[in-house]
C-alpha cells in the first residue's frame, strides 16, 4: 500500500511481513524516526522493533505528534507493544497479547521483549530470546505436560534472572540441571522444544500486519484515521526537534 511505512527488526523477516502487508519496510525505529516520517505524509505507521540502550528510544512526544495529525500509528510485539500500552489512551492502535499483558499490568519491564541481534545486512537475526516468548513457551509445555508447573516456574526464573543478552533455552536449561531439577523433565522438554517453542512476538507482529491491512483497506470514507483525544501541547523542547529533524533516508 502507497504511504504505509512499518519499522521492522529482529521479530519478524522482511518476506515473511511483505506477505501480510504491502508496505515500506524500515529498520527498527529510533528517536526522530517518526517524527521524519511524518514530513512524508504516510497514510499509517506501523511499529514493531526499536532501538534502546545504545540508540535513544523512539519518543513519544513524535507518537502523539503523528496522531494528532490524522496519521494512524499501530503497535505490537517489541517496541510496539511497549509504546501502545503506554499511548492507546491517545490513541495509539495496540495489537496483540504481548501490548495486552503491558496495558493490563502483566507484564510491567522492559527487558521482556528485549533481544540483541545481528545487523542489518543479516536481517537482524535474533541472537537470544525474549522473556515474553520463554513464558508462553513454559505455558505451553505444561499444558502439553511436557513439564510440571513447578519446574515451569523455576525455568522461568531461571531465565527472568539472566540478562537479556543471554536468554535462550540452551542457557536455561544447563542451569535448571545445575540447581537439581528433574532430569527426566529437562530432557522432555528438551525434546518437545523444536516443535512445542512458540513466538509469540512473531504471531503478533503478523496479527498487527493483518489488522493494518484490513483497516486500510476500507473504502474512502470509513474510519480508518485515528481521532486524537488529547491536546498536542508544542513545547520549546519540542519546537527544537522539529528544526533539528534530518531528512528519513529511505
Not at 496519521?71 to 503506554?86: D, K, W
Not at 513457551?137 to 543471554?166: F, N, Q, W
Request: glycine fraction near 8%.
Amino acid at each position: 500500500m502507497s504511504g504505509v511505512y512499518v519499522f521492522l527488526g529482529p521479530t519478524l523477516p522482511r518476506e515473511d511481513a511483505a506477505l501480510e502487508l504491502d508496505a515500506t519496510y524500515l529498520p527498527p525505529v529510533a528517536q526522530g524516526d517518526v517524527l521524519r516520517l511524518c514530513a512524508e505524509m504516510p497514510t499509517a505507521i506501523g511499529i514493531i522493533d526499536g532501538f534502546f540502550e545504545s540508540v535513544p528510544s523512539v519518543w513519544h512526544k513524535e507518537i502523539l505528534y503523528a496522531i494528532h495529525a490524522g496519521i494512524p500509528v499501530f503497535g505490537a510485539s517489541s517496541m510496539g507493544a511497549l509504546r501502545a500500552a503506554e499511548l492507546y489512551p491517545f490513541g495509539m492502535v495496540g495489537v496483540g497479547a504481548i501490548f495486552e499483558a503491558f496495558r493490563d499490568g502483566r507484564l510491567e519491564d522492559d527487558d521482556e521483549v528485549a533481544v540483541i541481534h545481528g545487523p542489518a545486512e543479516l536481517g537482524y537475526a535474533s541472537l537470544s530470546e525474549a522473556m515474553v516468548n520463554i513464558r508462553r513457551t513454559m505455558s505451553d509445555a505444561v499444558t502439553d505436560r511436557v513439564l510440571s508447573a513447578g519446574t515451569a516456574l523455576r525455568l522461568e526464573s531461571i531465565a527472568k534472572e539472566l540478562p537479556y543478552r543471554e536468554r535462550g533455552y540452551s542457557r536455561m536449561l544447563r542451569l535448571g540441571g545445575d540447581i537439581g531439577l528433574p532430569t527426566a523433565e529437562l530432557s522432555a522438554f528438551r525434546n518437545w522444544l523444536p516443535q512445542g517453542r512458540f513466538d509469540q512476538k512473531r504471531e503478533d507482529a503478523k496479527a498487527m500486519l493483518r489488522v493494518m491491512a484490513r483497516r486500510l483497506g476500507r473504502p474512502t470514507g470509513d474510519d480508518t484515521a485515528t481521532e486524537a483525544r488529547f491536546h498536542f501541547e508544542r513545547t520549546v523542547l519540542w519546537e527544537r526537534a522539529m528544526r533539528d529533524a534530518a531528512p528519513l533516508a529511505m
